[in-house]
């Protein structure tokens, strides 16, 4: 006996609402261990206070689905429509990026109840008569924003924490009784990949972001792609070699960006007494070689690859790759949020290492697929916008949510930025 | 029957005591209203964090006495030292003073204990046997330093405020059923000063800073004086004449502070519809002619002046003046911060407005007097190295306590700061 | 009978002779309407002054032929090895670059000195035993760095005399009797080409610069290509419908770039009295409708072509069309820098515009092609360390060389930067 | 027989034309070594071209005395009148301070037309009928602005030659075969001087600016001066003895500065293999102890005080120090322009040091004497409107026309600069 549709959508609709309630609980989980006082901080323009990506994951529901899909809804606070805009220039002219740590008010209480209230009404909008089908989307979406926000308020308050030279730890340290130094990494595979035409990019059913589409053929060439992330010790092989001294290795603009910053490690590596240690959500721990070198600029990238005698990889290249070279239970395995471990670990012997510890740099700017096009609403300023200057960054990070990675996800960030849990992965031309 | 000596220090102690229990109490009266997120709010370089005063406060005792004088004493936590060092240089690096809102660690109950533990300590050391009446001294230099500290929360706060969209309020409004515009400001009459040489400065007995003095003798000319402040009204008649368009009206420093700035109003007036209002304390209010204008620069200042056809007083003839012209109760009844008004008030009709309402910026430089030289230990940091660049203001403010503010009283600010209460008196040569 | 081997060479070397000092002299020429004064100006960084090219070009042929492979080469100053180094930073650090202006030492004069001294051994290297024929290469790339420059020294010194408000003249204008807005510009049509797999950029024996190798394949789409340039007429109406003040247009890059400086038109433009004017090197001239637009930035080029419906070709798409499309003689009738009119032209009625006129800002990052390798040596600093964050435009300008360009020509600046003779060219999807 | 008041009058006219033929023909002369290159250069905002010298200083006597009182007179160039403006606001928005060395047009030679025409017109208006008595101030002011502004044109290239590292020499070096380190500088005298009611600043029939009047009473306290500066030897000491890095001896600001330009010796100074050499207008130069240390700001001129346990006179201090110590032949002694030393020299034995070498540093802020008011017109620009943040030099320097000198000569810069001869003599409070 064949279902009625009704029935089917009712099952949609449940399932969404558990998703919804999941995740939503999900964010809240990981700013437990915050205070109202921690929640406050912005450490710098890019980064934002906990409680805004608290609020502005639920003004997105609430702006997006509520206000224009649930009858008779009202605002919260018709106040946060400004306050809690991060860049939708279409809603109106959004608080001003770098002053969201002043948000004093609403208070972290406040901005709970915002949560619970738009809960509430997005648990009525899933079971209220004018719901449609077409909702889905959204809300879907709003869910991956809201994901996306969970590792940015993780790599945010881990930046406002390493300035404080108390250097807080928002996790206890993982334990394992290994000493750094110590282990030895295992060393470093080659998979060769034959060139021709793939398909690169989704499309379907499942979920994607905009620009993870269309769907489309890039003709590759040959090429060699490492079986494992770059390793501190490698890295620091690098540094005792000259290697920020020498401007031969370094793109134009990264040396300009090495004068300026005086950059002589990796964001949170510090020196003490001739040691390395760096700077974790576990506070500051000995640096182990064996693990993959973090919180590296595009920059520092690029130049050790160099170094190397390697190249960065493109993002279709590391896409044919990592489709081809995954495991079956690669998503179960990998270092992602779930493991709550909140920062990479060396690569399992004899297993490539893709997907979870750390984003990879890529050496493709962040560019359209073919066929583009960003939605005319308001939700088009989604991604489209910030297809300029930036560099595409591939699989996921040891802060990322399981369900939310995929082989055709793209993240973007300036050459210059490393505050987010970001590494590499070495590419070659065939030999 | 003449009373021991003993008993005579005894009773200094106690009353010493008493003192430093009513001021360290004030100071978390006023921190009432706030909550932990916004005492952790730093808008500017030049502004601190509310929960940064409470801990900077406490450590100036610890620094200075407890450390130093009170036998087996420990430190609350060593960090600290460092953390909520301000400036003084010959005590090690502070930490950086942009960053101070990044400080979510200590928390506001670790400061509050924090605070509790220096008094407990204070009490002890008050109540020792190696008390030595030399530390009287430094004891209300703390005190000092810490009225200082009150103020400068409270117009921290302000500062911080202003920049949420919502405007929150730190006190409830003054509803006196006044409207602004219909009130009549008394009218200013001038006073007239005679020449000479007058005395300029402190000695003796009672507390003064070490920039007040040495006392001395200033040769000043013939000069006249303004009995109040500049008002509201008359601030808007200048802008509504083109001050901020008329370059002949400013110093050159100030024409290109208005270049970069832009400003075209004093900083915390916003005009809606056609009407103005300024941000206060209390939120944002209705601006109130006859009530003496506030948060205005140096330049803004000079250049009223000068569209007066009037100059602003050197800060001696401030001092002689309002020495000369003070009521016999002038603390008393002085708007200050007693008053819990935390804003300006218009003039009593035939009373000269001398002491509190606003700091008045004089047309002096921030400078030694004559034979002044700084102690030559820590405490020496406190005021001579900022003897360059700024300018001398005069009478305390609306916040200022009334057992913190002199005659001889210097407050020194750069000429572009306009974030603390502070306003305009005009003077002029003998006519 | 067959020539001696000998013999070829010589012939080669006489032809090499006779272009080296056809290129030189054509320097000479182009600065000619100069003064001393004229041509030590630098008026941003991003420019350099007339005098240091002259310079520089020379220091190239010295630094590369004249010091390694003449016997005997003495350097003409030894001072001059790190003033006119540009960015060879293995070669020691370059004369810092913003402050090229500030070299009045050299005189004008002893630079001439220097490049008589160079011509002189070049000729003397061309015509030396010591010869090799591998040498032929480094000559000819010598020749296409001072053909980059002569166009450089004619948009620095544009920048220049822009910021005089006496606006002088380079050149004569071109008055041929049209008056601006009146000349219609021919209908743009919208050639459709088919996607498929494309060889793209340079080999075999013409030069070329290392940036247009390999030669390799892409996979393009179906897509269509304006036949012409955008005009000022079009851009006008652009500007006309609020385009610089709409953010859904913008980059988000681009709409933080227009916040910062304000632009609300393109860089050379100027309103007076509600009509437009622009400055060209012939000084100020009414704007002409059906010229092309010129000196854009990416970001307005993006906007712009956002505004019309469409988007910017990608570098392949434009070398694709450019190819199919071009005439016979396309060389012959380009704008280029052999006609000597110095700003572009109206599109010939019925005829595609590519080759000269404007550099077409392209969609495509500057990236390494496939398999791309910078050389080892210095020279190898040439290309490879600027492929970050700027973007590739094609096409040659109106003061281009025409033996310098070629359809596989990438030539690549930051999105910003609108100095140059650049200009838009639309593209759009098959439909 | 009185001669008729009209022959008086040709005579003083005669002597205004002649002394307005010498201070012009010495601009010329002073401009006499350098290219119409050297002459283009603008090394920073603070700088100008010696070309816009040249311009502006005939410009003023155009704007103020040709245009308003010559009859018939015609501008040069109607272009001029905001190029050559430097900060006369109320004559219309001059042209952009940091852009000046952008004007290669007009050329050299135009300027020196310019010139011409200017003391053509000047000849003409001195013989005029329509001269008026009252003019001769406003000549002889522009004479003493044409002298301000030979001393700045050598201060300005002098900086612009800094930046070139070939050195260029602008006179010829003093060869007198001492060796500098060998050199005993004399020892310096403590002179002390009585307190009590001074007169100060300048008043009667003679030239001086509006700034150094109304004459007034001061009342000084005892105090003590040095007859002579501070030499390099001692300089050297307290680098030497770590003053660049002990926070102690600096003021708040000072300090700041430090941290931010990295100070760790004057301007000029430069080691080389263990050896201190200073760009002097000769070129790089050993360091001769003996002479007085110069191009210091007033950062370092008090840290150095600090240091040496003393502290810099106020200009009041100077002012009746000089008077009182002066020889009787002290301008015709002193090292002044008319030596053409074009640098400071040791103090001779058994004299004290006081006008030319350097300008001194004093504690006081640059503020209007009692009384002082702007004169309405354009001319009231000259001075007033810079008595803000800066601080008063007194003595004239090395390159200051012994004509334009005076005891009660206020020059004023801000606290960081150094690129004037600037120096500094110690002062204390009477022991």
């Known amino acids: 006996m064949a279902l009625l549709a009704g029935e089917v959508d009712t099952d949609v609709r449940e399932e969404l609402l558990a998703r919804y309630r999941r995740i939503r609980g999900e964010t809240e989980q990981l700013v437990d261990p915050l205070s109202a006082e921690d929640m406050q901080l912005q450490s710098m323009p890019d980064a934002s206070p906990t409680k805004w990506h608290l609020a502005h994951t639920s003004w997105f529901f609430e702006t997006f689905l509520l206000r224009p899909h649930l009858a008779g809804y009202r605002q919260f606070d018709p106040d946060f429509h400004q306050l809690f805009n991060s860049y939708y220039n279409s809603l109106g002219t959004p608080f001003s990026r770098p002053h969201r740590g002043l948000l004093s008010r609403p ?3 406040t901005v709970f109840a915002y949560r619970r209230s738009v809960d509430r009404h997005m648990a009525a909008l899933l079971s209220a008569d004018e719901w449609r089908p077409e909702l889905e989307y959204l809300v879907i979406l709003g869910l991956n924003h809201e994901q996306q926000h969970q590792e940015l308020l993780l790599t945010d308050i881990k930046h406002a924490f390493s300035i404080n030279p108390t250097m807080p730890a928002y996790s206890a340290a993982d334990d394992d009784g290994e000493s750094g130094d110590e282990e030895a990494a295992n060393e470093v595979r080659w998979l060769d990949i034959a060139g021709g035409i793939y398909s690169i990019g989704s499309e379907g059913e499942h979920f994607y972001f905009d620009n993870e589409g269309p769907a489309h053929r890039q003709l590759l060439q040959d090429f060699r792609i490492a079986s494992r992330l770059v390793t501190n010790s490698e890295y620091r092989e690098f540094i005792r070699d000259g290697g920020y001294r020498e401007p031969r290795l370094w793109l134009s603009d990264g040396w300009s960006w090495l004068q300026k910053t005086r950059a002589s490690h990796p964001l949170y590596w510090r020196e003490r007494e001739g040691h390395w240690y760096q700077f974790t959500l576990a ?8 693990e993959p070198a973090c919180h590296l600029s595009f920059y520092e990238a690029d130049a050790f690859a160099t170094w190397a005698g390697k190249r960065l990889p493109t993002e279709f290249e590391w896409e044919v790759a990592a489709c ?9 395995v990998a270092n992602l949020l779930e493991k709550r471990l909140f920062g990479p670990v060396a690569a399992a012997p004899g297993q490539p290492q893709f997907l979870g510890d750390l984003w990879e740099w ?13 939605s005319e609403d308001a939700v088009g300023e989604y991604n489209g ?3 300029c200057n930036q560099k595409v960054l591939r699989g996921g990070s040891c802060i990322t949510p399981a369900d939310h990675i995929r082989m055709s996800y793209r993240n973007f960030f300036y050459p210059h ?5 970001t590494g590499i992965r070495l590419a070659g031309d065939a030999v």
């Open 362 to 374: 890529t050496a493709s700017a962040y560019h359209p697929y073919p066929g583009f096009r960003a």
């Open 107 to 109: 208070h972290l209480d």
């Open 385 to 387: 916008k910030f297809m």
């Open 417 to 421: 930025q490393a505050w987010q849990f």
């Open 324 to 332: 081809l070279l995954r495991q079956p239970d690669q998503l179960a």
């Open 283 to 290: 506070g500051l721990q000995p640096l182990r070689g064996a």
